[in-house]
């Protein structure tokens, strides 16, 4: 699933853009941009990539105000001339992270301290040759940050990126953020699409191999390691250099965590025997090794004093031999995140390790507690949904005798060759279905971890709601008590949404597929106490007509905006929320969830500062492309919000 054409088809295109490389296209910058960024020619000459903003905390008991923590990094000849970076008056050296074949990876740290009022962050790097100017955001002290979440960076193998205007959803994350700035920036896994290796790369004659016997015993000699490692640095420094992309990088401070497409297609869910080949373990560590660099800005293996954000898992992974590296942040006074490495130590059978739910579980609750009551909200994020409609009919229909046999005539005649994946000979869709939550082999672990989540939120008083992406659509899950019960969702520790927004760059999936989807809608129940169903939520069209029948699946390029709400409300008994609805959200069983979609209040988060949904709670806002093909990539918006937890009832 490649994130750009061919080299040659590349090359000479000079556009007027951020520190590019010369073949990367940055055709795709909207002509209305409001916050074109230039680099001085002489540094164009000297800086491959960058420079990228990373997030990795704020440290809140810090004795006279809160210290923001992040960094700046810069891919640079290693020859060239040495750069310093400058901000709130400091001047601080580069930090030479890495350096191979003739680049250095410098990063530049950043401390900062918060006032009372949000403020930018403006910084300079300079060298004998000129000086380049950046600047970010930060909040005021007390203030909740202003989320902007996204999942699916990239296009697919074969996609038509000039059909989709390339990525051009970041022309409008880049116009909000002009007009009511982002404090961070999510990335929900997929930043990157490393599957064009398997196709045009080194990888090309392994992939292109018939005999899986043969595939499996492939090995990964140095020379193929040197390739398909210049490869994915060659990859991660064009598309990180591909504007607008590129431009919200230096602006907006992200917060990362991988998916299959960061590292290759399906890594982790094809069949033990072959996952655990030479090829892949050696692809698992090369890719691990820029994820770390690119998007976390640290060494490979890891720094010597690691930064305290880092939840850090006990035991390699079986088939990339890296540690998970999980994410714990404060995203403002009130919320919490934690951005769960659910790749690492993937299997088709697990997707973490006990050990690894008992670090992340510890690590929350003694924030949590050593907050003092501070945090009501901890978002959690996941890459693949955990609240979705059941394919499990398709599993059966995929595993079953009926596909053993075409697998047969696959492998003697070639029919249907296009239905079986080239790496391990399986139906080619069951990896992505053996990713989910829902899948039948992860079930169980899926439900233990929800219902952890219920207990520390009872126990902590605090509101789960979490992230994902993967799925190439946009959808709005959720946990809630059974309706019999009355408990209004404010006492509610059982309600947990999951905001699905995917993808902001790839191509999204058939309306048919979207629509079996919704039709999937069923009400689950995950125990005697807990439901489990989609928002009616997607009420109109992306021009503002109504959309009568799926309302639960948006299939269209999309990203979200997370905000805190202010005012007061009031939270009615759950039965007359349903009998006041009158309609406006057939499904709602949340005041705030009454009216979502186009015409909720908080549809306009991302615009509005001041949207009266209540004091603590959450704002969601999903962004849905309007149409493919400009440039400009204008959204329609749909909206709810989730209610802080005022304590728990039964």
Request: glycine share 8%; hydrophobic share 35%.
């Amino acid at each position: 699933m490649a994130s750009l054409t061919d080299k040659n088809e590349l090359n000479g295109a000079g556009h007027d853009r951020v520190n590019p490389p010369t073949h990367v296209r940055n055709e795709y910058l909207a002509a209305d941009f409001p916050t074109v960024t230039h680099t001085p020619e002489s540094l164009r000459q000297l800086i491959l990539c960058g420079p990228l903003l990373r997030y990795t905390g704020t440290d809140y008991n810090a004795s006279t105000a809160p210290v923001w923590r992040g960094s700046v990094l810069v891919v640079t000849h290693s020859h060239g001339p040495s750069l310093t970076l400058s901000y709130d008056d400091k001047t601080v050296p580069a930090e030479r992270l890495w350096e191979e074949r003739g680049r250095v990876f410098l990063r530049f740290p950043i401390t900062t301290r918060l006032h009372e009022q949000e403020r930018k962050v403006v910084y300079e790097m300079n060298s004998e040759g000129g000086q380049l100017q950046r600047s970010f955001w930060i909040p005021g002290r007390d203030e909740t940050m202003r989320m902007m979440f996204h999942s699916c960076n990239g296009f697919s193998v074969g996609s038509d990126e000039e059909a989709f205007s390339g990525p051009a959803l970041w022309n409008d994350v880049l116009r909000l953020h002009s007009e009511v700035p982002f404090h961070v920036m999510i990335g929900g896994g997929d930043q990157i699409y490393n599957d064009g290796i398997r196709v045009s790369g080194p990888l090309k004659a392994w992939a292109d191999m018939k005999n899986p016997v043969k595939r499996r015993r492939y090995p990964w000699t140095q020379a193929l390691d040197d390739e398909v490692d210049e490869w994915y640095c060659n990859n991660y420094l064009d598309w990180y250099s591909t504007a607008p992309f590129s431009h919200a990088n230096s602006q907006i401070p992200q917060v990362n965590i991988w998916d299959d497409h960061d590292i290759i297609d399906g890594y982790g869910s094809y069949t033990d025997d072959f996952m655990g080949c030479a090829v892949f373990k050696g692809v698992g560590k090369v890719a691990h090794k820029y994820y770390m660099l690119i998007q976390h800005h640290t060494p490979p293996l890891g720094d010597q004093n690691e930064d305290p954000s880092w939840v850090i898992g006990k035991t390699p992974g079986r088939y990339c031999e890296r540690h998970s590296r999980s994410i714990y942040a404060r995203f403002g006074r009130k919320v919490a995140f934690l951005g769960v490495d659910a790749r690492a130590e993937r299997t088709r059978h697990q997707i973490n390790l006990p050990e690894t739910y008992e670090q992340l579980f510890h690590r929350v609750e003694d924030e949590i507690d050593a907050s003092r009551g501070e945090i009501r909200h901890l978002v959690v994020l996941l890459g693949v949904p955990i609240a979705y409609p059941r394919l499990v009919w398709l599993e059966n229909i995929l595993t079953s005798p009926i596909a053993g046999f075409i697998r047969f005539l696959n492998k003697r005649f070639g029919i249907a060759d296009g239905m079986f994946n080239k790496f391990d000979g399986e139906v080619d869709i069951l990896d992505d279905l053996d990713d989910h939550y829902c899948a039948r082999p992860h079930k169980r672990e899926r439900n233990d971890l929800l219902l952890r989540f219920q207990k520390l939120s009872k126990a902590r008083n605090v509101r789960i709601t979490f992230l994902s992406g993967d799925v190439h659509l946009a959808a709005v899950g959720r946990f809630y008590s059974k309706p019999s019960m009355n408990i209004t969702t404010e006492h509610d520790h059982r309600y947990m949404v999951n905001v699905i927004s995917s993808a902001i760059t790839n191509k999204p999936p058939p309306k048919a597929v979207s629509n079996i989807l919704a039709r999937r809608n069923k009400i689950h129940h995950l125990d005697g106490t807990t439901d489990e169903q989609l928002l009616d939520f997607f009420d109109k069209d992306v021009h503002g007509q109504k959309r009568p029948k799926n309302q639960n699946t948006m299939p269209a390029r999309n990203f979200a905006v997370l905000t805190e709400g202010s005012g007061k409300i009031s939270h009615p008994q759950r039965k007359e929320t349903i009998e006041n609805n009158n309609g406006r959200t057939k499904n709602a069983v949340s005041a705030l969830e009454v009216g979502a979609g186009a015409e909720h209040p908080a549809a306009s988060a991302g615009k509005d500062d001041n949207i009266q949904t209540g004091e603590g709670a959450l704002n969601v806002a999903i962004r849905v492309e309007i149409d493919k093909s400009d440039h400009a990539g204008k959204t329609f918006a749909y909206g709810f919000a989730i209610p802080a937890l005022e304590g728990t009832a039964t």
